[in-house]
């Protein structure tokens, strides 16, 4: 092969000017659906800006029932595992440790905010193998419980949510559904005795 020819077909082959326009416009391209991503999660918060705060967390769970470790995978509207709540640091998957109490469910997230679910607003707990959008084969620990909202024109309403959790030993989840349901049960009994 001539010398000429050579050149010209290393010339084809380095074309750095088209390799540097596709990496630039792919990192556009990354940024741009980074960007509308970011955007969804922002208005999704503002929709959610309604949602009534979190109870206060306190200091323990009372009687300790369970306690166990994992990841918070995150909650939905009870019922529809696509609806993500992001409203008050619930949108955010993390480390978790979880303490069943007689008082109700302390959810502690290192480095994230830690969320507090009273026993009576409690309503059950079920395995299932997705929230949020996150499918785990393994299943996750599914903990519904309602979001009380102070009444306006005296009408008494309240947020049903679903909380997903993938403990680091997946073979607890059954006693927890159990523990959950015995206590959401007691403390209904409990409410209703005394409204008598």
């Not at 077909?9 to 990192?27: C, F, H, K, S, T």
């Not at 009576?120 to 519904?144: F, N």
Request: glycine content about 12%.
């Amino acid at each position: 092969m001539s010398p000429v020819l050579l050149a010209q077909e290393q010339a084809r082959v380095a074309n750095w000017p088209g390799y540097i326009g596709w990496a630039v416009g792919l990192m556009l391209v990354i940024g741009l659906v980074y960007w509308l991503m970011r955007q969804g999660w922002n208005w999704r918060r503002t929709l959610q800006s309604g949602m009534p705060a979190l109870p206060a967390v306190p200091a323990g769970a009372g009687r300790t029932i369970l306690e166990t470790s994992g990841r918070y995978h995150g909650s939905t509207t009870a019922g529809n595992w696509l609806d993500r709540v992001v409203a008050h640091g619930l949108g955010t998957r993390s480390r978790a440790d979880l303490t069943l109490g007689e008082d109700g469910l302390l959810v502690r997230r290192p480095g994230d905010v830690d969320f507090w679910i009273p026993a009576g607003h409690l309503t059950g707990a079920r395995t299932d193998s997705g929230i949020a959008g996150k499918v785990v084969p393994a299943g996750l620990l599914v903990v519904t419980w309602t979001l009380p909202q102070p009444p306006a024109g005296g009408t008494d309403t309240s947020t049903e949510l679903d909380s997903g959790f993938r403990f680091d030993h997946p073979d607890e989840h059954a006693a927890w559904v159990e523990a959950i349901a015995q206590l959401a049960t007691r403390t209904t009994t409990k409410t209703e005795e005394a409204a008598r």
